[in-house]
């Protein structure tokens, strides 16, 4: 059970400890696309850590990014999770193409 933090947000309250042993399951440069797969998570009732990874871009040129973080048990389902998110995204992707491809007959 996660602790509640005295001063801390409902949100802040719910990421789990450093202390606890936390696994990556998703990484993006995009630190959008990573919120969203942190709601996926937090909808599905797991709770994770978002972490930004900043370089120095003169030193690193293109190095960063955002890792999302879960407990070490949650790791199975959160992965199943953002896999069956990605293909029902692919499928929807490849569906509008079919459509554009595929106009309904009788049109000019």
């Known amino acids: 059970m996660i602790e509640r933090r005295e001063g801390s947000t409902p949100a802040e309250s719910e990421r789990p ?4 042993k936390l696994v990556r399951v998703f990484d993006s ?3 959008s696309e990573a919120l ?6 937090e909808s599905a009732g797991i709770e994770s850590d978002i972490t930004s990874l900043d370089a120095q871009q003169d ?3 293109g190095v960063g990014g955002t890792i999302i973080l879960v407990r070490a048990e949650d790791e199975a389902k959160a992965r199943q999770l953002i896999e069956e998110s990605k293909r029902a995204a692919a499928e929807d992707d490849t569906s509008e193409l079919d459509a554009i491809e595929d106009p309904p007959s009788g049109r000019r």
């Open 17 to 20: 400890s450093p202390n606890e």
């Open 29 to 31: 440069e995009q630190e």
């Open 36 to 41: 969203v797969v942190r709601g996926l998570l």
């Open 59 to 61: 030193i690193l040129p």
